[in-house]
């Protein structure tokens, strides 16, 4: 079946430390690929988006994600961590000729030991 | 820019109750949806407009109606509140590719519906 997978419900990573949210994607043309970020209470913001091209992708907030075709993946890095990036990250697909509707994976909640 | 707007930010029904969450953005947006986040699961598409009067359903639109008169404003009603329906419901929009593509959806900030 189509499907977005976040193996890590939560991670919990020191301040300083280096990052990586892992998504896998199950469509059988790539699809549009996004990484969105909730603070608490919060609405979602855009981190970085892939529809082609070169395939690490640089976003706000210093994270970036890297396109492997080959595993069907689309994780997101940093490499120093910063308190204030405690939140969840949610990854999500728009499938191939799917006009917009994105489909989110379950998330994965990040928590930054001080 | 306002950017997406929703109204109410926080709602408390009982079982059987109707009310509409408001949507409204600013950007002249074709494309508006709406979204339920429940734990564990993610964000689920209930509905979606490509422009003012045509609307469509997503993956969840059971219990839930829209309209879309405006290109501004994507109402969603609920008709008959159920607990089921407790969640919290955001609204997006974007430009709309006709050729299928996609582009940066933006998020309003959501409202915290609670049905007893």
């Known amino acids: 079946a189509q499907s977005v997978t976040q193996p890590d419900i939560h991670i919990t990573v020191s301040e300083g430390a280096s990052l990586e949210l892992r998504c896998n994607y199950s469509?059988?043309?790539?699809?549009?690929l996004f990484w969105y970020v909730q603070s608490p209470g919060q609405g979602l913001q855009l981190l970085l988006k892939y529809f082609s091209g070169d395939t690490l992708v640089q976003g706000i907030k210093g994270f970036e994600a890297e396109f492997k075709r080959s595993q069907s993946s689309f994780n997101l890095r940093k490499p120093s961590v910063h308190w204030s990036d405690a939140a969840e990250y949610f990854c999500a697909v728009v499938p191939s000729g799917g006009y917009n509707k994105l489909i989110f994976g379950a998330g994965t909640r990040l928590a930054v030991h001080p | 820019n306002a950017g997406v707007t929703q109204t109410p930010k926080f709602q408390v029904l009982k079982t059987g109750q109707s009310m509409t969450l408001q949507c409204a953005q600013d950007?002249?947006?074709?494309?508006m949806s709406w979204y339920r986040q429940d734990p564990g699961m993610g964000l689920r598409l209930i509905h979606y407009?490509?422009?003012?009067?045509?609307?469509d359903q997503g993956e969840v639109p059971n219990g839930y109606n829209v309209s879309r008169s405006t290109t501004e404003d994507f109402p969603l009603r609920l008709l008959s509140a159920a607990p089921s329906q407790t969640s919290v419901y955001f609204c997006a929009s974007s430009y709309h590719w006709t050729s299928g593509g996609a582009d940066t959806q933006y998020f309003g900030p959501g409202t915290r519906l609670t049905v007893l």
């Open positions: 407009s490509v422009g003012a009067g045509i609307t």
């Open positions: 469509y059988g043309a790539t699809p549009y």
């Open positions: 950007m002249n947006h074709e494309y």
